[in-house]
């Protein structure tokens, strides 16, 4: 129920945004993230953006990440399935 | 970047895993609120990467689960009300009531519909000028804005036969009640990513404060879950709690300002009844009075019978966290998606659904 996708703004028309979910072209509503722009992600949740995501702080994230994956290289004590 | 597959990176969640196995002393119970998480620790085979003393338990974050029989009945009724047609999210219509589901009453003869947003039912009231449309508003705070700001949408557009049957409810008042209840121990908690994108980080911080309990809020891919919890193990060895963000891209301390200032111009916190916890004090959203015109439950009165709960169905100690769902009888006997007993094994969120889809074993058994 509390699903919500990341999906890229390509146009806006009003308070409506029009994306791209499941390979189709959708309108959504911008009620609640009036401040989202063209060329934003938003995550969208039934026909809502509800946050606009933070492109920097996910590459920060990142690579935060992949430096604590740099100290771990070389041990392959985890195996994935 | 499309903030998917980066988020799924074996090597980045290797290193994770490992950081999360060499720093785990003892044995750990984490509970994940959300129904969310539930499914992406199996789906994406986390638990059984985790350390064998790091135990994950589901908890009450399935709003479809939590919904008690009584408020099912009730509408259930109001779908059967004369030239009303119900408009629902699909996660709902197969849910167990005390006498049939929404799929039933829809069989036999009530006009059920299913749509992907709120937005939608008001588009249906405005085709349909002549009959009432209900939308059943269930959900967490991740939903109600939607729903508030569709009451808004109808108000604007002078649309009088668009009405919500609000059983919103706030998650706050769920993890209280889990920790006053006292059934489980639980060392740390991982919040809900998108609920918390609304309501902010901030809304959990009584959580350190008042019950010294950890909290990292985290999104639903997998290195946004395993850094979840690798920052609650983290909070666990250090001794302090505090609510930590795993999930920055998409939440901020305050959350949505204009999503919760929507949510709040429409609804009103009022006692509320979840299955399994029973009745919370303020946890549910009913809709103000000032927009009582779209109060379905003041709009349509109907005789309500006594409810009760499918007969050995224990959805309510599973969502409390004290049952997995491999452990109740019913499970994988009498109770299977294709004939669910109870709404966990029914909702895509429920814990019995992840664990029958997924399975539960762990790498080490």
Known sequence: MCLAVPVLIQNIE??????????????????????????????????FAIGIVDEEEARETLGLLEQMAAFYDGDDKVNLP | ?????????????????????????????????CGGHTHAILRFGIRALLPPSLEMLSGPGCPVCVTS???????????????????????????????????????DGADIRIVYSPMDAVKLAEKNVSRPVIF?????????PGVAASILQARQQGIKNYFVFSLHKMTPPATKAILDGGEVDISGILGPGHVTTVIGTDAWRFLSEKYNVPMAVAGFEP?????????????????HARVDNAYPRGVLPQGNRTALAIMNEVFEACDAEWRGLGVLRESGMRIRDTYAAFDASKAFRVTLTPSYDPPGCRCGDVLRGILSPPDCSLFRQTCSPENPIGPCMVSPEGACVAYYQFGEKRVDD
């Open chain 2, 136 to 144: 059943l508003g269930v959900g967490f705070e991740t939903t109600a």
């Open chain 2, 223 to 239: 290195l946004d879950i395993l850094r979840g919890i690798s920052m609650l193990v983290d909070q666990i060895n250090e001794g």
């Open chain 2, 69 to 107: 029989s009584a408020d099912l009945d009730h509408a259930m009724a109001m779908a059967h009300i004369r030239g009303v047609i119900l408009a629902t999210f699909g996660d709902m219509i197969r849910v167990p009531g005390s006498r049939g589901s929404l799929q039933k009453a829809r069989a």
């Open chain 1, 14 to 47: 009003g308070t409506h945004g029009v994306v791209e979910l499941g390979g189709a072209q959708r309108t959504i509503s911008l009620m609640l993230t009036p401040e989202a722009k063209v060329g934003n992600y938003v995550l969208v949740h039934a026909g």
């Open chain 2, 1 to 33: 970047m499309k903030f998917i597959d980066e988020f799924r990176d074996p090597h980045l969640a290797r290193a994770l895993v490992e950081s999360i196995r060499q720093r785990t002393h003892g044995r750990l119970r984490l509970m994940e609120f």
